[in-house]
């Protein structure tokens, strides 16, 4: 296997997109046709349409593992079978759970979902680093020896976010000083695409948080959620990414809720219906991330 960072930028390259889909179950908007809702055989067809439909048109998926948490090791294990799925079609995971913890419980994550043969296996996964560079250093190590990625959440999505990010730490907001604490690890996991298998985490409704995140971190992949359905667009989800020859590079956009359900597919009459409607709202996506690549320009 090659280095994380390396795959990526090879595939986001080849595919002409950034684009990623995010796997986020929410039975009410999943069809009828794909069985009684709520259930995991239900979800488990729907998923299997999904990861069929954009395989070979964008590079990642990212399930969202607290969605499928309430249904407890059943849901894991569906996780873990998406994944495979995912993984045995060329895909890339990278799992949206937020680890983190201390010692030996973050290296016990860290096996869980990095290691090699394990149940959950991802290629990256998001972590949490509010314990401190201790407790990314077992993901990181991980990693390293697997050759994945971790991506570390350093300006998110959500309104309130502010709430601790923005806090003035000498002059400068906290987020700020997360990711210059980050630079050593961009160093040390970076690939001959000359981009680290260090991703950090950037929501896409904060532009200009994104340029300076870049300016801080120049090798480090992004992983920009909020497109799409949380209201960031997509100029502003480009913002900390460079133009490449296929494009934008440098990260992912994901899209979860506004790529998976499509205006009009809940009442879809059966699946070839349901295949145009999904495979022409995720053509349009991509098209819609392409034609906003320009203002990436001059980010080096």
């Given at each position: 296997?090659?280095?994380?960072?390396?795959?990526?930028?090879?595939?986001?390259?080849?595919?002409r997109t950034p684009l990623c889909v995010g796997l986020d179950p929410f039975p009410d908007l999943i069809p009828a046709l794909f069985g009684p809702k709520g259930g995991l055989e239900t979800m488990?067809?729907?998923?299997?349409?999904?990861i069929d439909a954009v395989a070979g048109k964008v590079a990642v998926i990212k399930p969202q593992i607290g969605l499928f948490e309430p249904w407890g090791s059943a849901g894991m294990a569906l996780v873990g079978r998406l994944s495979a799925r995912a993984r045995d079609q060329g895909l890339m995971v990278i799992l949206d759970a937020k680890r983190g913890d201390i010692g030996s419980t973050a290296e016990g994550y860290a096996r869980a979902y990095l290691g090699e043969g394990a149940e959950l296996a991802c290629d990256c996964i998001t972590i949490n680093p509010y314990l401190?560079?201790?407790?990314?250093?077992?993901?990181?190590?991980?990693?390293?020896k697997n050759r994945k990625g971790i991506a570390v959440?350093?300006?998110?999505?959500?309104?309130?976010?502010?709430?601790?990010?923005?806090?003035?730490?000498?002059?400068?907001?906290?987020?700020?000083?997360v990711a210059e604490?980050?630079?050593?690890?961009?160093?040390?996991?970076?690939?001959?695409?000359?981009?680290?298998s260090l991703?950090?985490?950037?929501?896409?409704?904060?532009?200009?948080?994104?340029?300076?995140?870049?300016?801080?971190?120049?090798?480090?992949l992004f992983l920009v959620p909020g497109f799409g359905a949380q209201g960031g667009g997509a100029?502003?989800?480009?913002?900390?990414?460079?133009?490449?020859?296929g494009g934008a590079e440098g990260g992912v956009v994901s899209s979860s809720r506004a790529t998976l359900y499509p205006?009009?597919?809940?009442?879809?009459?059966?699946?070839?219906?349901?295949?145009?409607?999904?495979?022409?709202?995720?053509?349009?996506?991509?098209?819609?991330?392409?034609a906003a690549s320009e203002p990436v320009v001059g980010v080096d």
């Open positions: 296997m090659t280095h994380f960072a390396d795959r990526l930028i090879a595939a986001t390259r080849t595919l488990e067809a729907f998923f299997g349409e999904v401190g560079l201790d407790s990314l250093r077992p993901f990181a190590d991980m990693a390293l959440l350093v300006r998110t999505s959500n309104p309130g976010a502010a709430d601790f990010q923005d806090l003035d730490v000498g002059g400068a907001p906290l987020w700020t000083r604490k980050l630079q050593g690890l961009e160093a040390e996991m970076i690939g001959e695409s000359g981009f680290s991703m950090v985490v950037c929501g896409a409704t904060w532009p200009d948080e994104a340029r300076r995140l870049r300016s801080i971190l120049p090798r480090a100029r502003d989800a480009l913002a900390g990414l460079k133009l490449g020859p205006a009009g597919a809940i009442a879809a009459r059966g699946l070839a219906e349901w295949r145009t409607l999904f495979n022409d709202n995720l053509a349009a996506t991509i098209e819609q991330l392409r």
